[in-house]
C-alpha cells in the first residue's frame, strides 16, 4: 500500500539566505504499537535538496514543480578505479557494473539523464576521500539520454567515462554527477573516478 506524506518548505524572508543551498531530511520509519515496548525499528532517509534563488522572486509569485520523485536509481554512486587516461569505460566496468532506473508510479513517465557540473548541482561539495569535482561534465556521456517507463519498468543506464589523456589529470580523484530527472524532480547519481595506478 502506498501513502503520499505532502509537505511544504518554506524559506524565511532574509536576503542572507538568497543564492544559498541548504539539505535537509525526511524521515519515515515504523513505531511500536504499544508504548513502553521495546523493538526494531525501520526507517528510510528520504533527502531533500534545495537552492534559494539568487535574487528575491516578486511578491506574492509561487513556482509550482512539476514531476513525481518515486523513482528509484540503483546504486545511488558508481566507481571506477585504476582509470587509464584517454580510454573509455562502460558502466560495466565500474565496480557496481549497473545504473538502472525503476518507475514506481502509476504510470509512463518520462526521464532524462545527463551528466552536469558538479559545482552547478545541488549536492554538499565537502571534499570526501581525497575527492574533487570533475573539471568536466562530459567526461561522462551518456547514450539515450531521454526515455519512456511504463509503471513498475527498469531500465538499465548505458554511459561512457572517459577522462582526456592529459597531465594534469595523472593521479587524481573525481566526483562526476549524473542528474536523473523526471519533470522537476531529481535525483543524482555519484561517480568516482580514480585515475592513480
Do not use: C
Request: aromatic content about 10%.
Amino acid at each position: 500500500e502506498w501513502v503520499y506524506a505532502p509537505f511544504t518548505v518554506k524559506i524565511p524572508d532574509d536576503k542572507k539566505l538568497l543564492g544559498r543551498k541548504f539539505q535537509a531530511y525526511l524521515f519515515p520509519h515504523t513505531v511500536s504499537e504499544e508504548t513502553g515496548k521495546v523493538g526494531i525499528g525501520i526507517g528510510l532517509k528520504t533527502k531533500l535538496l534545495f537552492t534559494v534563488n539568487d535574487t528575491p522572486e516578486e511578491a506574492g509569485v509561487k513556482k509550482v514543480l512539476k514531476g513525481k520523485i518515486n523513482f528509484l536509481t540503483e546504486p545511488e554512486m558508481l566507481n571506477f578505479k585504476n582509470v587509464r587516461l584517454g580510454e573509455s569505460y562502460s558502466v560495466r566496468d565500474s565496480q557496481e557494473g549497473m545504473l538502472m532506473i525503476k518507475n514506481q508510479a502509476d504510470g509512463k513517465l518520462k526521464y532524462t539523464v545527463q551528466s552536469i557540473d558538479v559545482k552547478k548541482s545541488l549536492l554538499q561539495l565537502k571534499k570526501s576521500h581525497d575527492y574533487e569535482p570533475a573539471p568536466d561534465a562530459s567526461f561522462l556521456s551518456v547514450k539515450e539520454p531521454e526515455f519512456e517507463l511504463n509503471a513498475g519498468e527498469v531500465k538499465p543506464v548505458a554511459f561512457t567515462l572517459r577522462v582526456p589523456k592529459e597531465r594534469r589529470y595523472r593521479n587524481k580523484k573525481f566526483l562526476a554527477v549524473l542528474e536523473v530527472s523526471q519533470g522537476d524532480a531529481k535525483k543524482y547519481v555519484r561517480v568516482y573516478v580514480d585515475t592513480s595506478r
